[in-house]
């Protein structure tokens, strides 16, 4: 397993005075953590920052808003970027999940100091204050039109806002147990929960109501993903005619994310399993990657990447460190993870 390279999550702030220093690490498995630091000793003539590495460490190319730096010990190199910009007052505490919405315009978050907000996503004004549900929220989610968002909280209720005027417009209600996650099927008419009462949902937003319960897992789901399925995936057949208020389940699977070290394959629409794959801890997070590729995120840093026509063996296992693997994000031809770290 390959070295990991890091660098206090504030490097940028650190380094943009003279003589500031920001620390180093370098880890890799079963070998003692090296440690450093990288210190600013000025701007060069054309106004880049001068810095240099302690022993162990080496500066590689340094700009304005980057730079490399390598650990040759480890024969691992990383180039660290700092911010496009920061918003500092939008939340007080940690920030549990976000969305931006489809046009790039709005923001929306929630937090453990229990708030969720939309804010400009340009500048971080906070444009609405979304307030009804009791303890904390977990997820949320703007529908594709941008001006509606969905949440999910420990209250176990999922709730459905106006993005103008933060108008609580619908609420399920119907699981037992905090909502983790949730999705959006196609354009809305439709959506998803999971929960930790192990089940996962579709739910009408027309009517309010709960249109059947996808799967059963007797374990709490910690994360779902819904997409399109390889047309080779057998998804099976609905025990029963779909009703007429399903709308673009046809044809997709949904990806569950379980606290019992299983990541499991449904068929949306005929609630009939897909695959059952076991990791090496409870998974937390899942996505699609193409309609052939999945990825799972574990407890115990593990990033799945699997074939979903064939789920025996893994096409691969990232572990870049023992950190929780929290969220995964498509982006271009690879992805993005985030970690407890």
């Known amino acids: 397993m390959a070295a990991t390279l890091r660098i206090q999550s504030d490097w940028s702030r650190a380094l943009s005075r003279d003589e500031g220093e920001a620390w180093l690490s370098c880890r890799s498995p079963g070998k003692p953590t090296l440690y450093g630091s990288v210190t600013r000793r000025g701007l060069s003539s054309d ?50 999940c976000l969305d931006i919405s489809s046009g790039g315009g709005l923001g929306v978050s929630t937090s453990t100091d229990g708030t969720m907000k939309i804010w400009q996503a340009a500048n971080g004004e906070i444009r609405r204050l979304l307030e009804g549900h009791v303890y904390d929220v977990n997820c949320c989610r703007f529908f594709p039109s941008g001006l509606v968002v969905l949440s999910g909280g420990m209250d176990a209720q999922l709730k459905v806002w106006s993005a103008e005027d933060a108008s609580c417009v619908v609420t399920f209600k119907g699981h037992k147990g905090g909502i983790l996650d949730a999705a959006i099927v196609d354009r ?19 009517k309010s109501a709960c249109l059947g319960t996808v799967a059963d897992c007797g374990s709490p789901v910690n994360g779902i993903a819904a997409g399109a399925a390889d047309s080779s995936l057998n998804l099976g057949a ?10 673009g389940t046809e044809g997709k699977i949904l990806l569950l994310a379980r606290e019992d070290k299983k990541l499991q394959g449904v068929g949306l629409q ?59 994000l498509p982006y271009r031809d690879g992805f993005i993870a985030s970690q407890g770290n």
Do not use: M
């Not at 590689?60 to 007052?89: D, M, Q, W």
């Not at 809305?188 to 027309?206: E, F, K, M, P």
């Not at 609905?238 to 709308?247: C, Y």
């Not at 609630?271 to 999945?294: E, K, M």
């Open 270 to 328: 005929s609630r009939q399993p897909v695959f059952l794959f076991v990791g090496s801890d409870a998974f937390n997070c899942c996505t699609f990657l193409s309609s052939t590729y999945i990825l799972a995120g574990t407890q115990d840093g593990n990033i799945y990447q699997l074939d979903v026509r064939n789920t025996n063996a893994p096409i691969q296992v990232i572990h870049r460190s023992g950190a929780p693997v929290l969220s995964l």
């Open 188 to 206: 809305g008419r439709n959506v998803l929960s999971c929960s930790r009462d192990g089940t996962a949902r579709l739910w009408d937003c027309g």
């Open 47 to 96: 106004g880049v920052p001068d810095i240099v590495a302690s022993e162990g460490f080496v500066v590689g190319e340094v700009t304005k808003k980057s730079i490399l730096i390598s650990c040759p010990h480890e024969n691992v190199s990383t180039k660290f970027l700092a911010p496009y910009t920061s918003f500092c007052r939008i939340h007080q505490k940690s920030i549990t």
């Open 238 to 247: 609905p025990d029963r005619p779909p009703s007429e208020r399903e709308v």
